[in-house]
C-alpha cells in the first residue's frame, strides 16, 4: 500500500478538497503512486503487479493541480478495469464506465472550477484515450497552469519554436496536425495542434 510520505507528496499536487477521497482511495486499494518527472510522450501511466511489485501509478509532477487530478483518476480506472476484466480494451467501453464512475466523486465546484467541472462533463461522455485528445479539456486545463506555454496552434505559420528538443518552423495545417519542418534534421513532422512549445528567436546560425 501507498506509504505515509508519498501521501504527503501527493497533498502538493491535488485540489485540496480532493486530497480527502484520494487518500481514502489508496488506503482501499493496493496500488502504488509516483509523482514523476515531466515525460513528452505521456502524463501517467497504470502497470499491473509483476515481479512482487505492486499495482503501480505514475503521474507528471508538473501538472496543474486539476490536470494532475484528471490523468490520477484516468488512471485509476485502468487499474478497476484490469481488476473486473483482465482481458479488454485498453481505453474501450469497459474502461470508459470505470472512468466515469471513479471521477462522479470529484464532479463538483469544491474540486474544479466551473468552467473545468463543465468542460470535464463533457469530456465523460465519450472520452477518448488521453485527455490531451480532447482538446476542449486541454485548454479549459490549462488555464490554471502558472506559467502556460503557448499552442502551436496560436502560433503564426513559419514561426520557429522548440518542442522534444528541436527546432521547428510551423507549416501549414491539417484536421488536427500541422506540417512542421525541423531544422535539426530537415525532415518534415505533423504534430499535434494542441502541443506546448517555446517559441525562439532568431534562428541560429549553425541550423539557419
Known amino acids: 500500500m501507498i506509504r505515509v510520505n508519498d501521501l504527503e507528496v501527493l497533498r502538493g499536487h491535488l485540489p485540496p478538497a480532493a486530497v480527502p477521497m484520494v487518500e481514502d482511495w489508496l488506503r ?9 518527472r515531466t515525460r513528452a510522450s505521456k502524463l501517467g501511466d497504470f502497470r499491473t503487479a509483476h515481479g512482487g511489485r505492486p499495482h503501480r501509478i505514475s503521474v507528471n509532477r508538473e501538472l496543474n493541480p486539476y490536470a494532475f487530478l484528471v490523468t490520477l483518476v484516468h488512471e485509476m480506472a485502468h487499474y478497476h478495469t484490469f481488476a473486473k476484466h483482465p482481458r479488454h480494451q485498453p481505453h474501450g467501453p469497459e474502461w470508459k464506465a470505470e472512468y466515469r464512475q471513479a471521477m462522479r466523486p470529484y464532479l463538483s465546484p469544491l474540486v474544479f472550477p466551473q468552467d473545468v467541472l ?28 502558472p506559467d502556460p506555454k503557448p499552442f502551436l496552434e496560436e502560433l503564426r505559420e513559419s514561426t520557429i519554436f522548440l518542442f522534444n528538443r528541436k527546432l521547428f518552423v510551423k507549416g501549414p495545417g491539417l484536421r488536427t496536425r500541422y506540417r512542421c519542418r525541423c531544422l535539426n534534421d530537415r525532415r518534415t513532422y505533423l504534430i499535434d495542434r494542441m502541443a506546448e512549445v517555446h517559441v525562439e528567436h532568431p534562428i541560429p546560425t549553425r541550423l539557419a
Request: hydrophobic share 25%; aromatic share 2%; charged share 30%.
Open 28 to 36: 482501499r486499494h493496493p496500488v502504488r503512486v509516483k509523482v514523476s
Open 118 to 145: 463543465n468542460t470535464l462533463q463533457q469530456h465523460l461522455e465519450d472520452a477518448p484515450s488521453s485527455s490531451c485528445t480532447d482538446h476542449r479539456l486541454v485548454r479549459a486545463l490549462r488555464r490554471y497552469d
